[in-house]
């Protein structure tokens, strides 16, 4: 059942090969929150419609599974950028604009909300230094994961060391793009042409924003996979904005992928 005391993140086995380190993550997905209707289940977003005092309840308890206190999960309030949070501690006031957050410090779990873009999970093990990025096609497109990789470094990471991972996001199957959108991409690389397919719409294409994200994490000197899981599809596991659009519902929950270290 989706709302049921039981979360039930998903783990990546390249990101579990950290936990020797001390570094735990999950991607969470609509499993084990209390949220209802459109947002059933495990809906974290604090920007959506959601009754607040159930969203709070559903961060509590990633928080908890976490290990950490709710006030020191930490979430940006994201704007498709290519900008990079250092977190030292709770955050003051209201969340920072930005789409990417570092930290090195223990007892604080740091995550990205997502609804079909691609929530990144960064963990440099020997040097204890962790990240979460939130990269739609905007943010990858601009440089937020390369961001993350050297704001890591900043604290102490090699990025010949870090680990990456792209948690669920929307699938090429699922995300139809429109012939600028293409031209946005080819005009900056020629080489783009290659994650772009016929679409049966007339002069659209289906964009493969899974395999953009992890080559520019390849490129960028990081071991990098995909859990491979679509956000569009399985409905019955994860929140997805587009659905939503193609359905004209009114608003739609978000889920979250978040990394610590352990103290």
């Given at each position: 059942m989706l709302n049921d005391s039981k979360l039930d993140p998903i783990r990546s086995n390249l990101l579990a090969s950290a936990e020797a380190s001390g570094i735990r993550h999950g991607y969470f997905t609509r499993i084990g929150g209390v949220s209802q209707g459109i947002y059933e289940g495990l809906n974290i977003g604090t920007g959506s419609d959601d009754d607040q005092s159930l969203v709070t309840e559903n961060r509590r308890r990633v928080a908890e599974w976490m290990g950490v206190a709710p006030d020191r999960l930490l979430t940006a309030?994201?704007?498709?950028?290519?900008?990079?949070?250092?977190?030292?501690?709770?955050?003051?006031?209201?969340?920072?604009?930005?789409?990417?957050?570092?930290?090195?410090?223990p007892g604080i779990a740091v995550g990205a909300s997502s609804a079909d873009c691609g929530p990144v999970l960064f963990a440099d093990p020997e040097a204890r230094v962790v990240g979460a990025a939130h990269a739609g096609w905007k943010g990858a497109f601009m440089g937020v994961l390369e961001n993350t990789i050297v704001a890591m470094e900043g604290l102490g990471a090699r990025r010949e060391r870090i680990l990456a991972v792209l948690g669920p996001a929307i699938s090429a199957a699922s995300y139809e793009v429109g012939p600028e959108f293409v031209e946005r991409f080819i005009e900056a690389d020629d080489a783009n042409a290659r994650y772009f397919a016929p679409s049966e719409t007339a002069g659209h294409s289906m964009f493969d924003l899974n395999l953009y994200t992890v080559d520019r994490l390849k490129?960028?000197?990081?071991?990098?996979?995909?859990?491979?899981?679509?956000?569009?599809?399985?409905?019955d596991l994860f929140y997805s904005y587009r659905r939503t659009t193609h359905r004209k519902e009114a608003d739609y929950g978000r889920?979250?992928?978040?990394i610590a270290l352990e103290d």
């Open positions: 309030y994201q704007i498709h950028s290519p900008d990079v949070i250092v977190a030292t501690g709770p955050f003051a006031g209201d969340r920072p604009k930005a789409d990417a957050i570092v930290t090195n410090r490129r960028a000197g990081v071991s990098a996979e995909m859990l491979g899981l679509c956000t569009y599809r399985d409905e889920q979250i992928s978040a």
